[in-house]
């Protein structure tokens, strides 16, 4: 279950967001976030940054016994019957996990015109002013946000001054602003989805497209400074990004099936290629804790990810290679402060969080085996219990936490100053939330 939830649309679907703190002094949290859209038509596509209100989930015992969850309705108890002393609880807290946009609290929302889709959209670390988007007609724009965040920053103002004031109902939180992009480039010969700012240095980025080309930014007084030769690829090259202890290495993934690791120092060829899945290598995410660094998790077409210890890749093995998922990963996020967690977002409509650390004890090591058996003999039959859901004892010992309810999953990242909050796009809309075991 879910410690606080929301899930809310917007105009049309995004594909890509960034996540920036806020943090509210009434119940639950506020998530500030900049994302962009994909409409049926180019012109109709804008950039959105959203103050949004994620309250707090009020469950019963039952629930919050569970360790892995979703947000069908199904794991919310909608099958159950809504007598007794906690049925007004389970109504409401079906309600409340089917909130989309409305006035909630501190909910604002402002947006302006991006030319064509947001493929790809990133936050400067160094600079959280400063956003990077890649469109569907190949080009690579740079904007300015602080404009916008100061109207935001009034619209929040004049909310909290309003005295008495309806929460809810469906008045459109949505507010139209103008502001034009502070430099644009039209290098790439493609249309991209890879685009990386430096954790180390300010203003220096990365941009990928899918016919192989990298660019790399270096800032300049009034413009970048962009590198075209020296990163070719022979395929699409799908994410980019930085080492976060080495501030000249970098790494893409490519529709090849293999990760290259790269040094700006020396262009021409990478200082490592890995051989790291079958199918197109989808998303890549470097482990950013200080003590884990050498961790790259990697995402693939076929559904697979897998883990790499760079400090040994002798043997061309991953420490972690897993194939739970049965459509193309759209991403994978280390948590940030745990080590031994990831999340990985597919497109089989399903989002886990995964602790590497869990290991299974001898006793149910020999449990798992006698199910694994007992459901080979029935000649590929899916065993479920009642409900049609899967038995808890064919989940992987290191599944911590598996979310459902969102369509076709394009991107999930975890919330890096809000402990255990997740913020994931689907073709169905956002939803934000924080589990409850995380």
């Known amino acids: ?74 794991d919310l108890g909608t099958n159950d019957t809504d007598d007794g002393p906690d049925s007004e609880r389970k109504i409401t807290q079906r309600k ?5 946009l409305q006035r909630l609290e501190n909910d604002a929302v402002l947006c302006w015109k991006h030319p064509g889709t947001v493929n790809r959209l990133q936050i400067c670390p160094r600079n959280p002013s400063l956003v990077a988007s890649m469109s569907d007609n190949g080009n690579v724009y740079i904007w300015d946000t602080k404009f916008v965040e100061n109207i935001l920053d009034d619209s929040l103002r ?5 005295k008495g004031g309806k929460k809810g109902g469906d008045s459109s939180p949505i507010q139209k602003v103008s502001l034009d992009p502070s430099f644009s480039y039209e290098g790439h010969k493609a249309e991209g ?7 180390h240095d300010k203003g220096v980025l990365l941009t990928g497209d899918t016919s192989g080309a990298v660019r790399l930014w270096m800032p300049r007084v009034g413009y970048w ?3 075209e030769e020296g990163f070719e690829h022979p395929a699409s090259v799908e994410d980019i990004q930085w080492s976060p202890s080495e501030p000249n290495v970098f790494a893409t993934a490519c529709c090849d099936g293999k990760v290259r690791i790269w040094d700006v120092r020396s262009p021409g060829r990478p200082k490592i290629v ?14 950013k804790l200080k003590s884990s660094t050498h961790l790259l998790a990697t995402g693939a077409d076929d559904g697979s990810f897998k883990v790499w210890d760079l400090r040994d890749l002798s043997s ?15 991403s994978v996020d280390w948590h940030p402060t745990d080590e031994s967690v990831l999340m990985v977002s597919s497109a089989d409509h399903q989002l886990t969080i995964w602790d590497f650390s869990l290991e299974r004890d001898e006793e149910e090591e020999e449990l798992q085996s006698k199910i694994q058996k007992k459901n080979k003999n029935k000649k590929g039959k899916n065993y479920k219990n009642n409900k049609g859901q899967a038995n808890v004892e064919e989940y992987p010992v290191s599944l911590y936490f598996l979310h459902q309810g969102q369509k076709d999953l394009k991107e ?15 073709e169905t809309g956002f939803n934000v939330f924080r589990p409850l075991n995380l």
């Open 1 to 74: 279950m879910y410690k606080a939830f929301r899930a809310f649309r917007l105009d049309w679907p995004c594909l890509s967001f960034g996540v920036r703190p806020r943090t509210s002094p009434s119940a639950g949290k506020n998530v500030l976030l900049l994302t962009g859209t994909n409409a049926n038509r180019g012109e109709l596509n804008s950039l959105m940054l959203c103050n949004i209100f994620v309250p707090e989930v009020r469950c019963s015992n039952r629930h919050s016994e569970s360790s892995t969850s979703s947000s069908s309705d199904d």
């Open 274 to 287: 890995i051989d790291a899945h079958d199918t197109d290598v989808n998303v890549l995410a470097w482990n």
């Open 412 to 426: 999930a990242k975890f919330h890096s100053d809000l402990p255990g909050m997740v913020v994931a796009t689907s």
């Open 96 to 100: 409340q996990l089917k909130t989309e």
């Open 316 to 330: 061309s093995k991953p420490i972690v290679d897993c194939r739970f998922h049965k459509a193309s990963i759209t």
């Open 193 to 199: 989805f890879a685009v990386a700012w430096s954790p």
């Open 225 to 227: 400074e962009i590198s």
């Open 158 to 162: 004049r909310i909290s001054q309003k």
